[in-house]
């Protein structure tokens, strides 16, 4: 199997060999296929109403065969190499493919932390094999620690290892947590996955502005600059 990853055009170029078989979890995202029409194969999901509430489907594509997936502006594709004791518990809206053979065991949130952060599902999967994990922005791994928790953004959080502790939190002073999106406080071993694009509306906004965060800094500092520079 070769997969291509050319970032910078959105989109992946999968090649499968004879012996390959691949399930797309996003089979509308397929913009191109080069193969013999029965080599796809869609099917209903047997994980039917547990993601989004209703029935999908996903294909199965055997080789020899090839074919481009089209990413969402500003998301990225990175394999991830799942081993047989791997315990890592995925979101499953980032999966986008993973090779035949791999196993899922479905693990139910609790009731308060899916409350707050709509995540009523995780998966486990186990290998080996390879998933293909889409995000907003890069994939960055950071190793848990045991004493010293890591809190990351609900949102961000792509995976986490099955035995880490984890609970909803907020940290810093009254100001911080005050004014930050809910957080997961994990402590434990093993990597966790998380996407890093980012989420603050204002920053985009600023950015998208024409220079607005510079014309800011500049406002604040100079003086008069609140009165010369709009």
């Not at 799942?82 to 493919?97: A, N, Q, T, V």
């Not at 190793?143 to 940290?171: C, F, N």
């Not at 607005?212 to 500092?221: A, D, N, S, T």
């Amino acid at each position: 199997m070769n997969i291509t990853v050319p970032a910078q055009y959105g989109h992946v170029h999968i090649t499968l060999d004879t012996a390959d078989k691949l399930h797309v979890l996003h089979p509308k995202a397929i913009i191109a296929y080069q193969g013999l029409p029965h080599l796809r194969e869609d099917r209903f999901m047997d994980l039917a109403g547990l993601y989004r509430k209703k029935k999908w489907i996903r294909s199965l594509l055997n080789g020899p065969s090839e074919f481009v997936l089209g990413l969402p502006p500003g998301c990225s594709l990175e394999t991830v190499e799942i081993d047989e004791g791997s315990d890592l518990l995925f979101d499953l809206r980032h999966i986008i493919f993973f090779s035949e053979g791999m196993q899922m065991k479905t693990k139910i949130q609790k009731m308060k932390n899916a409350w707050i952060t709509r995540e009523f599902v995780r998966m486990r999967f186990s290998g080996p094999g390879m998933l293909g994990v889409i995000t907003s922005g890069d994939v960055k791994a950071i190793q848990l620690h045991k004493d010293r928790p890591l809190y990351v953004e609900a949102g961000a959080l792509v995976a986490y290892p099955e035995q880490a502790s984890i609970k909803l939190s907020v940290y810093g002073n009254q100001l911080a947590s005050q004014h930050m999106q809910v957080q997961w406080e994990i402590t434990g071993s093993g990597p966790v996955l998380m996407q890093t694009g980012s989420h603050d509306a204002d920053l985009v906004q600023q950015l998208q502005s024409g220079g607005g965060i510079v014309k800011r800094v500049l406002r604040e500092l100079l003086p008069f600059g609140g009165v010369y520079i709009k």
